[in-house]
């Protein structure tokens, strides 16, 4: 399903680039401020679409599949190629304008575009691994002037040592507002990961302007729904999703993420705001004008990512200018946009206790009155009848039967079978809207999760030695993560699958530092899993036969070579 949207979307946009002689302005990452993804094309019709041709083919000359949003300005278009080097094209002349080139660690689904009210500042703005930066959109050069000599530091500012924080950078790009950029981020989900505070960086200095603290600190609004002192050790609360922007009325809409440690919350009894909020700012200030949390103490993951849908709605004849947010776990909550008042019900229900010693789930959670969008439950007669063979579908038939169940049932020490899962509902790019009509587009994933807690041994860090050989303890914590992490692509004996290719003894060919890399930020066709702790990350590595310490920095045994074309930076 979603191969087809992604192929009808590169069509059409052939289609349009012919009827018109140039192509029109996609400036934003998801189109438009609004996020709304919707574009007319008065060129395409029922009588004519099946004439769509493919008028011509950019190649990225190397092996990653992109999750990139191009942007296209003034006929040129940037674009993710040739080894993670953002390249301008025109698309008049289907020529590559510059190159600059090995951005690996650069925000993988887009970038920002700004330019000054006369048009002589022209420039991209994106995160690259835990660095803000700026380059010149005409030449492709670097902007020093930006920060400090072109790089401004995401780790300062958080209110944590610099050097603890191992991951700031978000998958998505941000949201540009006048001469602001709002930036989430992505800190990572295990014990002691950084805050994911909301921060906007001016576009023409790299200063920091204002921060919204998504664990609030004491005297702020929320404080009292968290442990004393909270703030000063809990993690997550993070936008790494996508931020909708009403420009005309300066209102940013931020999806919030869960705290850490996802599922086990212990350590952060009440209610967790503002995580799994939808948070309305002013975009100026930072100043929260409404929050609305959709699940509360989350110990399910069930972050919302999906963009936040700005529509007008008619309800009880009148016209509401609204704000729609789907969730992983299947509803879709809309609300007015200004107030923050939901536009349909939403009733606060029990859900069950939990079981595990130390925790306290909330004792009820938000339903929206509205049609489920997902299946809410996991049943043995749910098993498809194809792909699997009997004796696979009797083993998991009996797992199911045997598993824990239901919405907002907490994780326990005994297996707990989720659907819709924290991967499943509605996620990130899942959303579209026609704004005027009032219509929201929305994509369901049926993926379910299995949950099972496992405690730790006092003293047990749960991952042994970090240098030096391999012992049985680390190798066995590595099979046991790359079991969860990595065998569902790579293959349970890591010899591949038509998916990912084999790692047998890749440890033997690169170090920490790349591996690293990959598994935090991404590379081909493996998105960024940024919440494996370096310590797991470590012992993955033992367990495909590395035996280097760990080492941060580059890694000598990766080589960088210049792509072909007009590279102008590297």
Same mark, same amino acid.
């Given at each position: 399903?979603? *191969?087809?949207?992604?192929?009808?979307?590169?069509?059409?946009?052939?289609?349009?680039?012919?009827?018109?002689?140039?192509?029109?302005?996609?400036?934003?990452?998801?189109?438009?401020?609004? *996020?709304?993804?919707?574009? +007319?094309?008065?060129?395409?019709?029922?009588?004519?679409?099946?004439? @769509?041709?493919?008028?011509?083919?950019?190649?990225?000359?190397?092996?990653?599949?992109?999750?990139?949003?191009?942007?296209?300005?003034?006929? +040129?278009?940037?674009?993710?190629?040739?080894?993670? #080097?953002? +390249?301008?094209?025109?698309?008049?002349?289907?020529?590559?304008?510059?190159?600059?080139?090995?951005?690996?660690?650069?925000?993988? =689904?887009?970038?920002?575009?700004?330019?000054?009210?006369?048009?002589?500042?022209?420039?991209?703005?994106?995160?690259?691994?835990?660095? @803000?930066?700026?380059?010149?959109?005409?030449?492709?050069?670097?902007?020093?002037?930006?920060?400090?000599?072109?790089?401004?530091?995401? !780790?300062?500012?958080?209110?944590?040592?610099?050097?603890?924080?191992?991951?700031?950078?978000?998958?998505?790009?941000? !949201?540009?507002?006048?001469?602001?950029?709002?930036? $989430? #981020? #992505?800190?990572?989900?295990?014990?002691?990961?950084?805050?994911?505070?909301?921060?906007?960086?001016?576009?023409?200095? $790299?200063?920091?302007?204002?921060?919204?603290?998504?664990?609030?600190?004491?005297?702020?609004?929320?404080?009292?729904? %968290?442990?004393?002192?909270?703030?000063?050790?809990?993690?997550?609360?993070?936008?790494?999703?996508?931020?909708?922007?009403?420009?005309?009325?300066?209102?940013?809409?931020?999806?919030?993420?869960?705290?850490?440690?996802?599922?086990?919350?212990?350590?952060?009894?009440?209610?967790?705001?503002?995580?799994?909020?939808?948070?309305? @700012?002013?975009?100026?200030?930072?100043?929260?004008?409404?929050?609305?949390?959709?699940?509360?103490?989350?110990?399910?993951?069930?972050?919302?990512?999906?963009?936040?849908?700005?529509?007008?709605?008619?309800?009880?004849?009148?016209?509401?200018?609204?704000?729609?947010?789907?969730?992983?776990?299947?509803?879709?909550?809309?609300?007015?946009?200004?107030?923050?008042?939901?536009?349909?019900?939403?009733?606060? =229900?029990?859900?069950?206790?939990?079981?595990?010693?130390?925790?306290?789930?909330?004792?009820?959670?938000?339903?929206?009155?509205?049609?489920?969008?997902? =299946?809410?439950?996991?049943?043995?007669?749910?098993?498809?009848?194809?792909?699997?063979?009997?004796?696979?579908?009797?083993?998991?038939?009996?797992?199911?039967?045997?598993?824990?169940?239901?919405?907002?049932?907490?994780?326990?020490?005994?297996?707990?079978?989720?659907?819709?899962?924290?991967?499943?509902?509605?996620? %990130?790019?899942?959303?579209?809207?026609?704004?005027?009509?009032?219509?929201?587009?929305?994509?369901?994933?049926?993926?379910?999760?299995?949950?099972?807690?496992?405690?730790?041994?006092?003293?047990?860090?749960?991952?042994?030695?970090?240098?030096?050989?391999?012992?049985?303890?680390?190798?066995?914590?590595?099979?046991?993560?790359?079991?969860?992490?990595?065998?569902?692509?790579?293959?349970?004996?890591?010899?591949?699958?038509?998916?990912?290719?084999?790692?047998?003894?890749?440890?033997?060919?690169?170090?920490?530092?790349?591996?690293?890399?990959?598994?935090?930020?991404?590379?081909?066709?493996?998105?960024? +899993?940024?919440?494996?702790?370096?310590?797991?990350?470590?012992?993955? @590595?033992?367990?495909? $036969?590395?035996?280097?310490?760990?080492? =941060?920095?580059?890694?000598?045994?990766?080589?960088?070579?210049?792509?072909?074309?007009?590279?102008?930076? #590297?």
């Amino acid at each position: 399903m979603l *191969q087809l949207i992604r192929s009808t979307l590169c069509a059409l946009f052939a289609l349009a680039f012919s009827a018109l002689g140039s192509a029109a302005d996609w400036r934003d990452y998801g189109g438009t401020p609004d *996020q709304s993804k919707y574009v +007319v094309l008065n060129d395409i019709t029922k009588d004519n679409v099946d004439q @769509l041709e493919i008028a011509w083919i950019y190649p990225t000359s190397d092996e990653r599949a992109y999750q990139f949003n191009p942007i296209i300005v003034d006929d +040129v278009m940037y674009v993710l190629a040739k080894e993670s #080097s953002l +390249v301008a094209i025109d698309l008049k002349t289907r020529k590559e304008l510059w190159i600059h080139a090995n951005l690996r660690g650069i925000t993988n =689904r887009g970038i920002n575009y700004w330019e000054s009210p006369d048009r002589k500042d022209r420039r991209l703005l994106f995160t690259l691994e835990d660095t @803000l930066q700026a380059i010149d959109a005409r030449t492709g050069k670097s902007i020093l002037s930006f920060g400090k000599q072109g790089v401004v530091d995401l !780790r300062e500012g958080l209110g944590r040592d610099p050097k603890t924080i191992r991951r700031v950078r978000s998958n998505t790009p941000g !949201r540009i507002f006048e001469d602001l950029l709002l930036l $989430g #981020s #992505s800190p990572g989900e295990g014990y002691f990961s950084a805050p994911g505070h909301i921060r906007a960086y001016n576009v023409v200095t $790299g200063a920091l302007v204002w921060t919204f603290h998504t664990i609030p600190q004491p005297g702020e609004f929320g404080y009292d729904t %968290w442990p004393k002192d909270a703030w000063k050790y809990v993690g997550g609360v993070n936008v790494w999703g996508e931020i909708t922007l009403d420009e005309k009325r300066g209102i940013a809409y931020f999806p919030v993420g869960s705290p850490t440690y996802d599922y086990y919350g212990a350590d952060r009894h009440g209610m967790n705001l503002f995580s799994d909020c939808l948070l309305a @700012l002013d975009a100026r200030t930072g100043k929260r004008l409404w929050h609305f949390q959709m699940v509360h103490h989350d110990l399910w993951d069930y972050d919302p990512t999906a963009a936040p849908q700005l529509l007008t709605v008619r309800k009880d004849g009148k016209t509401i200018d609204a704000v729609a947010q789907a969730t992983k776990q299947g509803f879709v909550f809309v609300f007015d946009r200004v107030t923050g008042e939901p536009v349909w019900p939403i009733e606060e =229900r029990p859900v069950p206790k939990s079981e595990v010693p130390g925790e306290a789930a909330w004792p009820t959670q938000p339903f929206s009155l509205l049609e489920p969008t997902a =299946r809410q439950s996991v049943e043995p007669d749910d098993l498809t009848p194809f792909f699997i063979s009997d004796a696979e579908r009797a083993e998991w038939k009996a797992r199911i039967e045997k598993a824990r169940a239901g919405l907002f049932t907490p994780p326990s020490l005994s297996e707990l079978a989720v659907l819709p899962g924290a991967v499943g509902g509605t996620n %990130w790019g899942n959303t579209a809207a026609d704004p005027a009509r009032g219509i929201l587009y929305l994509l369901n994933q049926d993926f379910p999760s299995f949950y099972k807690l496992i405690p730790l041994e006092d003293g047990d860090s749960g991952f042994g030695r970090l240098f030096g050989p391999p012992d049985p303890a680390t190798l066995k914590r590595g099979a046991a993560s790359y079991k969860q992490h990595c065998a569902v692509c790579h293959g349970e004996d890591r010899s591949g699958t038509p998916a990912a290719p084999s790692l047998v003894e890749v440890g033997t060919r690169i170090g920490f530092p790349q591996l690293r890399r990959t598994v935090l930020y991404g590379m081909g066709r493996m998105p960024p +899993v940024g919440h494996i702790a370096d310590e797991e990350i470590n012992a993955i @590595l033992k367990f495909l $036969g590395g035996a280097r310490p760990i080492r =941060r920095g580059a890694d000598p045994s990766e080589k960088v070579e210049l792509p072909a074309g007009p590279v102008v930076a #590297s």
